[in-house]
């Protein structure tokens, strides 16, 4: 990965929490450490996507592009 981490997980923020809320901000009102880290166990990994390329068209990091040889890039 570009930034240096060796894995990235997903946390789902519980939707009756304050809008914007994220990791950084204090943890609402009425909610324990006890939660925070249960929605961090239970985190998901990230898996960055596949890129598939097709026909005269390839895709990478940089975006979709049509070769007209049809050559890979």
């Known amino acids: 990965m570009s930034g240096g981490a060796a ?4 946390v ?3 939707k009756d929490w304050p809008d914007g ?3 950084a901000d204090p943890l609402p009102d009425g ?3 006890e ?7 239970s985190a998901a990994l990230w898996v ?3 890129y598939v ?4 068209y390839r895709m990478n990091a940089r975006g979709l592009f ?3 040889d049809g050559r890979p890039m």
Request: aromatic letters at 14%; hydrophobic letters at 55%.
């Open 12 to 14: 789902d923020i519980p």
């Open 21 to 23: 809320w994220d990791l």
């Open 7 to 10: 894995s990235v997980r997903i």
């Open 66 to 68: 049509w070769v007209s």
């Open 48 to 50: 960055p996507p596949a």
């Open 53 to 56: 390329s097709f026909g005269a």
């Open 35 to 41: 939660i925070l880290y249960e929605l961090l166990r």
């Open 31 to 33: 909610v324990g450490m």
